[in-house]
T-cell receptor
């Protein structure tokens, strides 16, 4: 069965620090990859997505992610975090051939940014 | 305009009761979903409907019954509620076929269900 693993469960950073959140998935075929953010008490919002093409994708709020097919990874990065980035971050995978739109989520990473 | 809206936002009820959560999307998507987020914030799909047809039914107790009266609505009815049903339930919608547009999922604000 496909699965998604996020290595960091809880990350604490100071403002202006750089961020990298790891995400690995287990599926050998075509995948669509997503990072969602959930601010406290709010719904999930899409940060960025990868379907095909340039493996380095840029999203909203200065976030970017790199798809490395050989490593089955899709790590999220931001060069300088802000206090407002405090949130829960979810990596998700949609199997390209499934034709169901089903998203498989990682367990999430709680990011706490200290002012 | 809210793209995916679900009601109610909070629901507190006693064990054994029956309750429903409603979801509506105005994005013109062909597929709608229900996800469950547990106390550890883990998200897992429960159901999916494509053009009113059930296409995903994960291992969910049959006390949970989704109903899709049309493409824009997907409701979730839960019978005989149990303590373990306490969670946040998210509705979402997307296109499945890339030829129809982006396949990213848009989520509602969630319904926090507390069974006491």
């Amino acid at each position: 069965a496909q699965s998604v693993s996020q290595h960091n469960h809880h990350v604490i950073l100071s403002e202006a620090a750089s961020l990298e959140l790891g995400c690995n998935y287990s599926y050998g075929g075509t995948v669509n990859l997503f990072w969602y953010v959930q601010y406290p008490g709010q719904h999930l919002q899409l940060l960025l997505k990868y379907f095909s093409g340039d493996p380095l994708v840029k999203g909203i709020k200065g976030f970017e992610a790199e798809f490395i097919k050989s490593k089955f990874s899709f790590n999220l990065r931001k060069p300088s975090v802000q206090w407002s980035d405090t949130a829960e971050y979810f990596c998700a995978v949609n199997v390209g051939s499934s034709n169901t739109g089903k998203l498989i989520f990682g367990q999430g990473t709680t990011l706490q940014v200290k002012p | 305009d809210t793209a995916v809206s679900q009601t109610p936002k909070y629901l507190v009820t006693q064990m054994g009761n029956d309750k429903s959560i409603k979801c509506e999307q105005n994005l013109g998507h062909d597929t709608m979903y229900w996800y469950k987020q547990d106390s550890k914030k883990f998200l897992k799909i429960m159901f999916s409907y494509n053009n009113k047809e059930l296409i995903i039914n994960e291992t969910v107790p049959n006390r949970f019954s989704p109903k899709s009266p049309d493409k824009a609505h997907l409701n979730l009815h839960i019978n005989s509620l149990e303590l373990g049903d306490s969670a946040v339930y998210f509705c979402a919608s997307s296109h499945i076929l890339r030829s129809a547009g982006n396949t990213e999922a848009f989520f509602g604000q969630g319904t926090r269900l507390t069974v006491v």
